[in-house]
């Protein structure tokens, strides 16, 4: 598939079904691209598909088969979209968080390949069910944990906005949680001594929808 020219075949790429009630439309919506009139298109759809699919199958649709419909804040981006966030970002301008476009290789950039050469996808959502429970007080990481134990994350980086997070799907998982909600900096990574510690005792009163 090549990258879309028309409206007619950006559409088709729209209905391209990820998996079970996603579909690549679902990802393409960006605030920049909307507002700065930049199109937010693949320019390698096939490989934006196939790792959107990773991403849904295997994290997505899990977590809403447990907590509930879940929201996507931004997912994909071009690299003219990240580009353009990036350098306005860099210059100070505030509701731009894009880091550049070689670090999100792989991440919210799905269509290119990372520098090792890794491929991977990444989506910043919010869990609903999980929201209100965090503004009613509730700790961030016990949802880090559960999804640490039930799910073949790469990472996770979570938000004070609605504790919405970005997940990432990589062909080389790196299993690191961090987050810009207290305690801020890493809660885990490879080599530290709570990543294979049991975890339950955090996620005990959560529902199971399974």
């Known amino acids: 598939m090549r990258k879309p020219a028309t409206v007619k075949a950006l559409e088709e790429l729209g209905r391209v079904r990820l998996s079970k009630t996603f579909f690549m439309r679902d990802f393409l919506y ?7 009139g930049i199109p937010n298109i693949p320019e390698d759809p096939e490989l934006a ?3 959107g699919k990773k991403l849904c199958e295997e994290l997505l649709e899990p977590l809403q088969d447990e ?3 879940i929201a ?4 994909y981006r071009s690299c003219e979209v990240n580009g ?3 350098e306005r970002q860099k210059a100070g301008k505030s509701g731009y968080t894009c880091a550049s476009n070689a670090s999100n290789y792989a991440g919210h950039i799905w269509d290119r390949r990372d520098s090792e050469g890794h491929t991977g996808a990444t989506a910043c959502v919010v869990v609903p069910w999980f929201a209100d429970r965090f503004e009613s007080g509730a700790d961030w990481r016990s949802l ?6 039930h799910l073949p994350y790469s990472t996770l980086y979570f938000f004070p906005k609605l504790c919405a997070f970005n997940i990432n799907w990589s062909g080389a998982p790196e299993r690191r949680i961090d987050s810009y909600i207290n305690p801020k900096g890493c809660l885990t990574k490879p080599g530290m001594p709570n990543q294979d510690e049991d975890h339950a005792a955090w996620y005990m009163d959560f529902p199971s929808r399974s």
């Not at 960006?30 to 700065?36: K, Q, T, V």
């Not at 880090?144 to 134990?149: F, K, L, P, T």
């Open 84 to 86: 353009f966030g990036a």
């Open 72 to 75: 996507v804040r931004s997912a």
């Open 49 to 51: 598909i196939t790792v």
């Open 144 to 149: 880090a944990w559960w999804i640490h134990d």
């Open 67 to 69: 907590f509930g419909r």
């Open 30 to 36: 960006s605030e920049i691209g909307n507002f700065h």
